[in-house]
């Protein structure tokens, strides 16, 4: 007697995952594609711990003021310019930093001007090759 042996196919449990790698690739594109219009604004350094008042060793600030009538300020060392255009701060600012690039940047804005006035502040700071901007929080004079 010969025994017949039969194999069972059994069914495989197989997952074709071609299709979501190709789901994913796409997306990534879409994501790689709308990043950069979607991330639009000022970059600022903000501290992660308590603010903390300056280094006295540290060189003096170039301060980059702007008023409640909207004027703008370069304030370095003992001189304090008017500027009369965000182009003239830009352009003073930056050949400041070509003399000292280490030196510091900070915006002071009057409590009564409005949020876009510092704003345009800040970005015509990054124009002129400021990387990095602090903010004084101490409250102006009226």
């Known amino acids: 007697m010969q025994s017949i042996r039969r194999s ?3 069914p495989k449990a197989e997952i074709n995952v071609v299709p979501y790698i190709d789901v994913m690739l796409v997306l990534l594109v879409i994501f790689i594609a709308t990043a950069p219009v979607v991330m639009q604004g000022v970059i600022v350094d903000l ?3 308590e603010a903390q008042a300056m ?3 540290q060189r003096t600030p170039i301060i980059a003021t702007v008023d409640k009538a909207g004027q703008y300020f370069v304030s370095i060392d003992s001189n304090n310019e008017k500027m009369d255009n965000l182009d003239d701060v830009s352009a003073y600012v930056s050949s400041e930093l070509l003399k000292d690039p280490t030196r510091p940047v900070v915006v002071q804005g ?3 001007v409005s949020y ?3 704003i345009q502040l800040m970005n015509a ?3 002129g090759g400021v990387k990095s901007v602090g903010l004084v929080t101490e409250p102006l004079g009226d």
């Open 110 to 112: 009057d409590a009564h």
């Open 8 to 10: 069972k196919s059994r």
């Open 125 to 127: 700071l990054k124009q």
């Open 47 to 49: 501290p992660e711990a």
């Open 55 to 57: 280094n006295e060793d």
């Open 116 to 118: 876009d006035a510092v």
